[in-house]
């Protein structure tokens, strides 16, 4: 009796023993390819600027290097570089210290691609970072590295005070005050950006960072709203370190330049009353004409009245039979307020 029990106790063992082997082995479930858990490398690392330090920011990345959906991020992990600005090698390794860990999650909030924002602060003035950051799935599978930012640090130039905009004929003037630097140092120089966007939102930049406190920006169309705003910078041979940004302004440049005069005019006499032709003027934005008349004794011109574009006659019907008249015509454009075209050369007729 007791052997029989015996027997089946270790039956048991044997049975489990047996499970746990297969289970070990990799019968349960069979092993994934790396490509379908490993998720692509974010591409967006971007920073900005504030009062305490930098603020980065970076995309979720949506699916694995194989293309397949995924479900879910682990963590990030994020890795910074530090280099005395004297101590700098272009052509070196990036020292990378070990990584901190973020926060992951589900790629998607909704419909939305998921953002993360991360605060880098305590950065020592007179230093270049460098910054780089991975994804990780719960499978221990790390994306390649993302892009590589890289910044120089000094303690960030204040604002600049207001900046204003005149608009004129496709292209707007800008002008600011200047700032002077929290630190002073003979190698320091202060430099300006100007940042436009069309939406108030997205500002990117437009030209080349200057030493003066204006910008004509020549890159604009007439009609169309534009938002600006002004970022200082401190540059250290060559290198460049953001500071504050002004506060935006908008303007919409204005069309100021008037059309071409008509030619060809001519004045008729007929019994309904004077006819009054000229050429049709090859103007893209010509909104119409406006006729004037004079007495031969007058010096000052009576605007008779408008006429469509695709109209090139007019008839007085009210001048004097006794009367010698002069015609002219002019261009009006499709501006607000419209341009008015300088007078044509004078039209008239004997009586």
């Known amino acids: ?68 959906v995924l479900e879910d991020i682990s963590s990030f992990q994020l890795s910074r570089a530090e280099i005395p600005l004297e101590n700098y090698c272009g052509s070196c390794p990036i020292p990378f210290t070990e990584p901190v ?62 900046v204003t905009a005149v608009p004129g004929d496709r292209q707007v003037s800008l002008a600011w005050q ?30 080349d960072p200057l030493v003066a406190t204006s910008y004509l920006d020549r890159q604009v169309s007439n009609g169309r709203k534009y938002f600006y705003s002004v970022q200082t910078l401190t540059e250290y041979k060559n290198e460049i370190a953001q500071g504050g940004v002004s506060k935006e302004v908008t303007t919409t440049p204005i069309d100021l330049t008037p059309p071409v005069p008509p030619t060809g005019v001519t004045a008729v006499r007929t019994d309904v009353g004077i006819k009054v032709f000229w050429d049709r003027t090859d103007e893209a934005d010509l909104a119409g004409y ?9 010096d000052g011109y009576q605007m008779l009245g408008n006429v469509e574009p695709t109209h090139t006659l007019f008839v007085d019907t009210k001048a004097g039979e006794s009367v010698r008249y002069y015609y002219s015509i002019t261009a009006l454009d499709g501006a607000t307020p419209a341009n008015e075209s300088s007078k044509s050369k004078e039209a008239t007729i004997r009586n």
């Open 290 to 298: 406006r006729v004037y008349r004079r007495a031969a004794d007058q």
């Open 178 to 207: 200047p700032v002077t630097l929290k630190t002073a140092g003979k190698d320091l120089l202060v430099k300006y950006q100007v940042l436009r966007s069309l939406d108030g939102k997205e500002f990117t930049k437009t030209g």
């Open 101 to 162: 860990t973020v926060g992951g999650g589900s790629p998607l909030d909704g419909q939305t691609r998921r953002k993360v924002s991360y605060d880098s602060n305590l950065l020592r003035s007179g230093h270049k970072y460098f910054f780089k950051v991975r994804s990780r799935t719960s499978w221990f599978a790390d994306s390649a590295d993302s892009n590589v930012i890289t910044l120089v640090w000094f303690d960030p130039a204040a604002a600049t005070g207001k």
């Open 1 to 68: 009796m007791k052997n029989r029990c015996l027997v089946r106790v270790m039956g048991v063992f044997l049975f489990g023993a047996l499970f746990l082997l297969a289970a070990g082995c990799g019968f349960k479930n069979k092993p994934l390819p790396p490509e379908s858990v490993v998720p692509q490398a974010i591409d967006d690392l971007r920073y900005t600027v504030n009062d305490k330090g930098i603020q980065l920011t970076w995309s979720y990345p949506v699916k694995t290097i194989k293309g397949s």
